[in-house]
């Protein structure tokens, strides 16, 4: 149900949703968590950038991607330095090795 509900939210797009999504991206329900990454996306304010910074920091691998995404849609350049760390990192690790 509240899975739902951050759903909707994001669909309609009103910024008053913004600060009950954000307080939602500490559920401890891993789909309510995804569902507010994206409806904070699809919303578009300034004001979710450093709650979804954090996001890349979650547990599940499903949140840190919904929240990358969902900065990715809010284009702001401050969440660029976090997504250059968290995918850089990932990039390390899954990159072969060369031998020399």
């Keep these: 149900m509240r899975m739902w509900a951050a759903y909707g939210l994001g669909n309609l797009g009103d910024s008053r949703a913004v600060k009950p999504l954000i307080q939602t991206l500490v559920d401890e329900d891993e789909t309510v968590r995804i569902s507010a990454a994206n409806a904070l996306g699809h919303i578009g304010s300034c004001q979710a950038l450093d709650p979804l910074i954090h996001a890349l920091k979650d ?6 991607d919904q929240a990358a995404l969902s900065l990715g849609l809010i284009g702001d350049d401050r969440a660029v330095a976090s997504l250059n760390e968290l995918y850089g ?12």
């Design 89 to 100: 990192a990932r990039a390390r690790q899954e990159s072969p090795s060369t031998v020399g």
């Design 59 to 64: 547990k599940n691998g499903f949140v840190r």
